[in-house]
T-cell receptor, first 115, second 113 residues
């Protein structure tokens, strides 16, 4: 089954404790990205990757890191989480870039609470 | 900066009713527009994608239209069912690289039986 998976689905942590949210897709997609969703603000892009070893900042990259060492995986790293990073996070992927008309596939989301 | 607005924020209708969800965007220089469905505890599912050169797309009971010049899109749902209850999001692809979707805040639809 074609899918985007994220782990963990739920996470409670404390300020300053490094964490990684994993994202994996099995569709051989080139493009992957991370979004966060907050009440009243909607979905905003954090980082994206156009291919292996190619990453770039989205609208809200502060406090986050990413890496793309393999085509299928795109982990999101919070080196020193803070309460304002409490949010619902989504990973997404598509075969190519958006202007070609390829739809984006989203993972189920990771709900993060930083105390 | 592109802004995407969805009205209404919430909508409740009885089963069987036809309904329209609205999406507007401030910058008409978009490459495509997508409508997504979001169910609680689940990710987003793409419903329809309209290229900027297209006027509408249809899938089953769903029909999405795009008027790029006026910065508007509508999602028409025919003969609504309780299973249609969800949050509907529209998103535009703005830059030529297509590297980001800019989302509206969504319309939460509730269909009662």
């Amino acid at each position: 089954e074609a899918q985007v998976t994220q782990n963990p689905r739920y996470l409670i942590t404390v300020t300053g404790k490094k964490l990684t949210v994993t994202c994996s897709q099995n569709m051989n997609h080139e493009y992957m990205s991370w979004y966060r969703q907050d009440p009243g603000l909607g979905l905003r892009q954090i980082y994206y990757s156009m291919n292996v070893e190619v990453t770039d900042k989205g609208d809200v990259p502060e406090g986050y890191k990413v890496s793309r060492k393999e085509k299928r995986n795109f982990p999101l790293i919070l080196e020193s989480p803070s309460p304002n990073q409490t949010s619902l996070y989504f990973c997404a992927s598509s075969l190519t870039l958006g202007t070609s008309g390829e739809t984006q596939y989203f993972g189920p989301g990771t709900r993060l609470l930083v105390l | 900066k592109q802004e995407v607005t969805q009205i209404p924020a919430a909508l409740s209708v009885p089963e069987g009713e036809n309904l329209v969800l609205n999406c507007s965007f401030t910058d008409s220089a978009i490459y495509n527009l997508q409508w997504f469905r979001q169910d609680p505890g689940k990710g987003l599912t793409s419903l329809l994608l309209i290229q900027s050169s297209q006027r509408e797309q249809t899938s089953g009971r769903l029909n999405a239209s795009l008027d790029k010049s006026s910065g508007r899109s509508t999602l028409y749902i025919a003969a609504s069912q309780p299973g249609d209850s969800a949050t509907y999001l529209c998103a535009v692809t703005q830059n030529q690289a297509g590297t980001a979707l800019i989302f509206g805040k969504g319309t939460t639809l509730s269909v009662s039986s």
